[in-house]
């Protein structure tokens, strides 16, 4: 009897062991930060002037104004370029893509290697990947049609979307199986998606069906750290819009106008069920969230609006590179700051992998910086001292330093301070000729040691060699009509 009742109290004193010892791992855990997740929500071609964090009082975005008035609507900020492949890529890279000679849009024609993103650059992905990221892309590509440059070889562990740098929105125009098979241009604007490497039909208005693919990979993966790219192709042409959102704006006369405030409206449903979806799976507090846009609004092509600012996309003024730009992290980042500083879509990239103490030693340099100490007044220096852009074709470069903007293309040269004169109408450059000067050594210093193109513009897009024919000729659309749920 003895002997047994020593032996319980061992067989108790070990458990007591065991469970004090997995009380002492549970607090450690707890105690723990946990790496933020980091969604980045892009809209394709977006008016500077459409949302209303922005001052928008014809086109309500309640949902994406949740994101700059729950955390910090960036007033100066920036891309890269202004047309979205080279963007997208500098936003990606968190790097500048002068830097790896990714000026123009990329061919999509998949038989050919190269047009994309170069293997030795690595996107927030494949940067994220070795610290215990998920990573997944919802939407639209454009940074590479030949599979070694599509996103599942490309740090991403999930991909639905396509491919191609646009796409129709209604699923009965879905009439191409895949990239080979186009003809003509514009044709890849419909293919059926992808999910990963699989071809997949979809039943919904576009915009919806993404919006429901990100909603579904949050709840999926809302116990691992994640980066989700939400890769809107809105309000990009064509310009089409199921008869649910035209219907809120029936009152706008203007028909392309009309439609183009139906499609935003899709997109900011969209963004209000990523965020309610956060504060349901109860991540919120531990999600950084971006919004903006690739570039300036294209105003004639798609009735965008940059409301004060000069010209739009392919431009190198403000109306450009100028874009809708808000971050919200509650708890981190401070509620309805408006942060005038300059910054850019390349600091995305380097604010989560510092947040998440991701070690980027081995790494090639960023030209972005981490956001959060600028927002947070930790640091009140300016996160850039000077940004640059550059289009090849255009012959043209833009330098923004404080708040002056210079301008050069070919012989002409412009100097604007942008601090009080928003719209660029008053050129400095004549008054002004030793800045003018210091400008131009600036950008002849910056330039001076950027490799060739690595691809040529895909714009003059010549059919690929080897194709498949059209299985139904008659099934072809006009793509760039307005058009409406059938």
Known sequence: MMLQKFSAFLAALALSAQVSASSEVDAESTLAPKQPNLIVILTDDQGYQDVGFNGSTEIATPHIDRIANE????????????????SRAGLLTGRHQERFGFNFNP?????????????????????????????????????????????????????????????????????????????????????????????????????????????????????NPFFLYVSYNAPHAPLQ??????????????????????????VDDGVGRILDTLKEQGIDDNTLVFFLSDNGGPERHNASDNGPLRDGKNSLFEGGVRVPFAAR?????????????????????????????????????LDGVDLIPFLTGEDDGLPHDVLFWRHLKAGGVAVRMGGEKFVRK?????????????????????????RTEYFDEQIDAWSESFPAPAFPDAHGWKKPAKNKKRKNNNQRKKNNKTGESK
């Open 71 to 86: 955390g910090a609507r960036f007033t100066n900020g920036y891309v890269t370029f202004s047309v979205c492949g080279p």
């Open 107 to 223: 061919s999509v024609d998949p038989s050919v290697p190269g047009n994309g993103i170069p293997l030795s650059e690595k996107n927030i992905a494949e940067v994220l990947q070795p610290s215990g990221y998920t990573s997944g892309i919802v939407g639209k590509w454009h940074m590479g049609t030949h599979p070694d440059m599509r996103p599942n070889k490309r740090g991403f562990d999930y991909f639905y979307g396509f491919l191609s740098g646009g796409h129709r929105y209604f699923p009965e125009e879905m009439v191409f199986n895949d990239l080979s098979e186009v003809e003509h241009k514009y044709d890849w604007y419909q293919t059926r998606l992808l999910r990963n490497e699989e071809r997949i039909d979809f039943d919904e208005y576009l915009t919806d069906e993404l919006s429901h693919e990100a909603v579904d990979f949050i709840k999926r993966e809302k116990d």
């Open 241 to 266: 819009a199921s008869k649910e959102y035209l219907q809120r704006y029936s009152h706008i006369e203007n028909e392309r106008r009309r439609t183009y405030a139906a499609m935003i409206a899709a």
């Open 329 to 365: 992290w509650p708890g981190v980042i401070p509620a309805g700051f408006d942060y005038e500083n300059p910054v850019s879509s390349m600091d995305i990239l380097a604010t989560i992998a510092s947040q998440a103490n991701v070690d980027t030693s081995e790494n090639k340099p």
């Open 410 to 434: 070919g012989d002409e040269r412009m100097l604007f301070d942008v601090s009080s004169d928003l719209s660029e109408t008053k050129d400095l450059s004549a008054s002004k000729q030793e």
